[in-house]
């Protein structure tokens, strides 16, 4: 009976430790998934979880890119740079809170994955998020103008669950609401508009033409 109570005493001990080292591990995962500014997924991760979510139905998917962020960098430095994307995520997790993901693609570009029945309820979301982005952001003091392009695409549309192509076209979509002047659009259809480079819409960050 002694030997079994040693062992006992032994092993509690270690199953302990290796708890708290999953529990360790697992927030270290969570931690990395996530952009540290924005508190949003990271793309790979976005990317991944919105795949999983299309193939269990339609998602409304909306690209957005921030107006007048470098303007807001190079005046008041990259402390308030920051700061606002610190308030753009926080703002985003808002609008998805509940019903999907939001992710940081890179700089100052954002992603959505909603479940939605369908484009009506899509308009819904592209301004609802439109109007988020142009509420200014407080920093030491000062309100810093804020505006945001917004395009999104209901995958329902699409002749097969395909993430890429309906990110693709929301990015488009967003392109053409820059173009005007901000605000929101939603691309139709899904054939893309404009010539690609690397997978990305021509011009994009991360789509340059190879050297010849």
């Given at each position: ?10 092993s509690?001990?270690?199953?302990a430790g290796?708890?708290?080292?999953s ?5 270290q995962?969570?931690?990395a ?6 508190g949003?997924y ?7 979880k919105?795949s ?7 998602l409304?998917?909306a ?20 700061a ?6 926080a ?7 509940g019903?999907?993901?939001?992710g ?7 992603a ?11 308009s ?5 998020t439109?109007?988020?982005?142009h509420v200014p952001?407080t920093?030491?003091?000062?309100a ?9 695409l ?5 002749p ?14 967003m392109y ?12 139709y259809?899904?054939q ?5 480079v ?13 050297a010849?």
């Amino acid at each position: 009976m002694s030997q079994v109570l040693a062992a006992v005493s032994v092993s509690l001990p270690l199953a302990a430790g290796w708890s708290v080292h999953s529990l360790r591990l697992r927030h270290q995962l969570v931690v990395a998934r996530r952009d540290p500014l924005s508190g949003l997924y990271r793309r790979e991760a976005f990317e991944t979880k919105a795949s999983r979510m299309l193939r269990r139905g339609p998602l409304g998917v909306a690209v957005l890119d921030l107006d007048g962020f470098k303007a807001v960098n190079d005046t008041h430095g990259h402390a308030a740079g920051d700061a606002v994307l610190s308030a753009v995520g926080a703002r985003l997790a808002a609008v998805v809170a509940g019903r999907g993901i939001g992710g940081r693609l890179g700089g100052d570009e954002f992603a959505l994955a909603v479940p939605l029945p369908g484009s009506i309820a899509l308009s819904g979301l592209l301004r609802q998020t439109s109007q988020a982005l142009h509420v200014p952001v407080t920093f030491e003091g000062q309100a810093l103008p804020l505006g945001g392009s917004v395009g999104g695409l209901w995958t329902g549309q699409l002749p097969a669950s395909d993430l890429s192509r309906a990110m693709r076209r929301a990015d488009e979509a967003m392109y053409a609401a820059k173009q005007e002047g901000g605000g929101w659009r939603i691309a139709y259809g899904c054939q893309p508009t404009h010539r690609t480079v690397n997978g990305r819409r021509a011009g994009r960050r991360g789509a340059t033409e190879e050297a010849a």
